[in-house]
């Protein structure tokens, strides 16, 4: 049932949101107890969709982000899903206690559709970059954090939404989109499995959302350039990370470099650090991202230009990696 089809004319269409609406209106489709509400931001998040298709099941709370959440936690006690949505920054900071409190603590499924995130938003200012989200939601006890790289991948990850257990979170894009997977089916989505998108030997890029396609061009010219082998993971879902896939990239290749539009702490940097840091085993390792600094204000493409998590500065970081120095035997035979 359901799924999309579109011509190369319709791929400007296929933004995370508007995927996002899609899905949405599928599983509204599919199954009664689903309910959408909104902080009067139908049209910008595109939940607006399904209160078109389902008007006696939308629900605009107004301007009051904090009340969307709470008003959330009540239907999905009494045996609704809902799906409440508003940009990742006001998700993530303005209305974090609800989301404690109401949401995590009695570990209800409000499915937390969080849109503008990272810098996509990057001509608004500050105040719409959402840097700190995943940090924020991924500390949360209960809570599911994804980051799809593309379209397809967010008309799977909100499908799959639906029937994990406890809150979910996924965080997408304001829109403009690159579109990696020419559809749902293409992409093999596997929602707590991460997906190899270039398979190699040398170094490894851990990366979500947009910054998974930077990747992917980066690879493409560190193999060019350099003769690289170059293996590129899409970490679309930051908690519960992947821990088999970190674990094997750290025995093929011994060099990690993750690669996010947020902060580097707290986010996928942070998840991936982790995994390493408790396998016992060493590997060089840099995390690219915001630096612990707000961005400036301006395009996306021009901002993840300048935190150098765009192709060409995935490609310099890697070309400075593969620098790095090991001891002269490889074996784990003297690690712990």
Not at 302 to 325: P, S, V
Request: net charge negative.
């Amino acid at each position: 049932m359901g799924g999309m089809s579109y011509t190369m004319t319709d791929t400007t269409k296929l933004s995370t949101a508007e995927c996002y609406g899609i899905a949405l209106c599928e599983l509204g489709e599919e199954h009664k107890d689903v309910v959408a509400l909104t902080a009067d931001l139908a049209k910008s998040t595109k939940i607006g969709m399904f209160g078109e298709k389902f008007p006696d099941r939308f629900f605009n709370v107004g301007i009051a982000e904090q009340n969307m959440f709470g008003v959330a936690a009540g239907m999905a006690k009494n045996g609704l899903i809902p799906f409440a949505s508003t940009f990742a920054i006001f998700t993530a900071a303005r209305s974090l206690d609800q989301i404690h409190t109401d949401i995590c603590y009695q570990n209800v499924p409000v499915k937390m559709i969080a849109t503008h995130a990272g810098t996509s938003f990057g001509q608004a200012g500050s105040t719409h970059h959402a840097l700190i989200d995943m940090a924020c939601m991924r500390t949360l006890p209960h809570m599911t954090v994804i980051c799809p790289c593309d379209g397809a991948e967010t008309y799977n990850a909100v499908k799959a939404a639906y029937d994990i257990e406890g809150p979910v979170y996924i965080r997408i894009n304001r829109g403009f989109d690159q579109v990696i997977y020419k559809s749902p089916e293409e992409c093999n989505f596997v929602w707590d499995k991460a997906s190899v998108m270039n398979e190699g030997t040398d170094i490894t890029v851990i990366a979500c959302g947009s910054c998974v396609f930077e990747a992917m061009q980066a690879a493409r010219i560190a193999a060019s350039d350099g003769g690289l082998s170059v293996r590129v993971l899409n970490m679309h879902t930051i908690k519960p990370i992947d821990k088999e896939a970190v674990l094997s990239a750290i025995s093929d290749t011994r060099r990690i470099i993750t690669v996010e539009d947020h902060e580097v702490m707290g986010g996928l940097g942070s998840a991936v650090a982790e995994v390493v840091a408790s396998s016992g085993k060493a590997c060089a390792f840099k995390m690219l991202g915001h630096q612990d600094a707000f961005s400036t204000i301006g395009l996306q493409e021009d901002l993840l230009a300048m935190a150098k998590i765009d192709a060409n500065g995935i490609a310099e970081t890697i070309q400075e990696m593969m620098h790095a120095d090991f001891e002269a035997d490889d074996a784990w035979d003297d690690e712990f």
